[in-house]
């Protein structure tokens, strides 16, 4: 027997209904950022892999565990993308886009890769939405930025999630913290993995979730009470601002993220219905990262929204399906002549923008009606030869079970009408 073959293991892997769900979650996550002035980009999925060891952090879970490495044919060392942010940087100092209007505003989707362990909602292959913002630092672009995530959350029918709001300060103020961590760091007993990374990145130290761990933690300097005079004006801005477009938020002082690129305004969105995956989005400003990666010392901001994860999460809050169907027409022919009648009308309806489908292969009416009601559809069109010789179409609609007989030639713009009674809900009252 030919072997059989399943998808790798860890992958999301959506059919229909769920896909149809999944790409309008996405289509609607894009939307703010497309009447924002966002421009579309359209990046490789895999790039040099030292693009994101420089611009991510080699000491990052990300790049030193999770990222997807190889080697091509030409002996050149890559990675498929397991984040968007640095691919962007290079894109745009690549093209020198910079050096036109500032900020550049730029928007992606698609997929994005990191070995991690697979459990609900964490993928090895999963799908973001993405903004950058590159060269201003007026805080209100990271108003803008965070509003925008909030709106593409919110048009998607969710309520219940959260956003997470901190400043993670600056090159200036950070190094002061930093050891100030350290040296209270080294006043506790921590564990010899736990310690190597108190050496490597102090801060990634708070974001430990053992319980004991966060318990000897719990005097732990704050990084939001030791940033400059700056970073606090920036961040009172991008406060006052989201206040005025009604962005509610919760301080989250303790917020760590897993990329090391992240300076002032950093945030998260969290899903408290999604359980240990419940970060359903994420981002923050980025200010030396331009200059890391070659490039002019730039400031940024952007996020990355997790379209799998909002995909969870619009099932936890058991919101209605978001894609229109698919077929509201389905259409079925009964003998020859009939068949070239049929192929003729389906091929109006659809350009005519109704979602038609119809019945292929020599089938009964019976067995043709139960496909139709299962399709989805809500009107049938049947044509015997009977019909076709008089130029007429039998419609049934399928709630109501009424059944009309229409000429031919007019049966599109029957149905356009009946569709939007039927969209305006005025059909009832109508036949009352
Ligand atoms: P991130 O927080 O690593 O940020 O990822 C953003 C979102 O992608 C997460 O909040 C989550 O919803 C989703 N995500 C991440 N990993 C997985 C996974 N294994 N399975 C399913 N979903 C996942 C970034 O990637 C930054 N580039 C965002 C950014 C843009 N910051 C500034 N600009």
Redesign the pocket.
Known sequence: MNQKFQAPKGV?EYVPPKADEFLAVQTRLRRPAELAGYGAVELPIFEDEALFTRGVGAATD?VSKEMYTFTDRGERRLALR?????G?MRCVIEHGLHNGQLPVKLSYSGP?F?A?RPQK????Q???V???AIGSDDPMLDAEVVALADTAFRSLGLTKFELLLTSLGCAACRPAYRERLTNFLATIELDEATRERAEQNPLRVLDDKRGDIQAKLADAPLLIDHICDACQDHYDEVRQLLRVVHVPWVEAPRLV???D??TRTTF??SHPLLGA?S????????DGLMETLGGPALS???????A???LLAREAEGLPALAPANTEVFAIALGDQARKDLTWVVRRLRAGGIPTNMAFGSRSIKSAMKAADRSGARWALIIGDRESAAKKIQVKDLVTGEQVEVATPEVDAFVATKRREAQEGVADVAHA
């Open positions: 999301a990300v397991p984040e968007g942010t640095a962007v994005f990191r991690e909602g964490r993928y090895r999963f799908n973001q993405g903004v950058e993220r897993g990329l690129y992240y998260e969105f995956q970060g359903i989005g994420g981002g923050g400003r980025y940024g901001i952007g996020y990355g929204l997790g799998d994860r909002a």
